[in-house]
Structure formats: C-alpha cells, structure tokens
C-alpha cells in the first residue's frame, strides 16, 4: 500500500470472543464474553530513500469488557477518566496503552523493517 502525505489513516478494531466452559461442579456450562475495540490511525512520515516508507501510528483509544455468565467482571475505557480506574489495575495499564504514539518503516514489498516507541504495558 501507498500512504499519501498529508492524509491520516483511521482505523477501529473490533474483537468479540466467546467461550463456553463446563466446571466440574456445575452441571450447565458458563458462557465467558470477552470484547475489545480499539481506535488508532496511521499517518506518513516521510519516504525513504530505499522506496520504502516511515509511518506513524497513533493509538486512540482501548475499551475492554469480560462478562461471565450475567456478570460483568471485567471492564475499562481509556477515553474514561482514570479515577474510575482507581481501583482496576488492568484499567490503568489500558489507559497507558492507549496513549502511545509510535513510527515504523516499511520496505517497499510492504515488510517491516523498524519499529520504534511502544513501550511495555
């Protein structure tokens, strides 16, 4: 793909899974629903010498969401004040997550050659 200067990329990801499980105590089993979006946008930086291209990519923002059963027992937003986070270790390290911005280049058959700026989470 050809990335034109001046345009940003926006993108969303979107990701459902779901699971069934049967405890061995129970004797119906216990759907698990895990949900994941994910905002960002890519954005040249400029074209290399070797034809190939330096991108950035500017995470957006990161929602999760985990229900067992009836119950949510899992859930963060990063477009969310953190202190509705206080108490919710991974909704902080989602927030984090979210924030980062970060270049890589691209040889020109489209394989990565660098990757900078994202940091462990």
């Known amino acids: ?3 034109q200067a001046g ?7 979107e990701s459902t899974q779901t699971s069934e499980t049967t405890p061995p105590t129970q004797s119906k089993p216990v759907k698990q629903v895990q949900k ?3 905002d960002f946008n890519y954005s040249l930086v400029r ?4 034809g190939g ?11 999760m969401e985990v229900t067992v059963g ?5 859930s963060a937003d990063s477009t969310q004040d953190s202190a ?4 919710n270790p991974v909704g902080a390290r989602c927030a984090r997550w979210s924030a980062p911005t970060s ?3 691209s040889m020109p058959m489209a394989r990565w050659k660098r990757w900078r700026g994202i940091r462990n989470w």
């Open 84 to 87: 509705q986070d206080a108490r």
């Open 53 to 63: 291209q330096q991108l950035q990519l500017e995470f957006e923002s990161l929602a």
């Open 36 to 38: 994941m979006t994910q």
């Open 1 to 3: 793909m050809k990335w």
């Open 47 to 50: 074209e290399l010498d070797n």
């Open 103 to 105: 270049s890589f280049s």
């Open 70 to 74: 009836d119950r949510k027992v899992f």
């Open 7 to 13: 345009k940003s990329y926006v993108m969303r990801f």
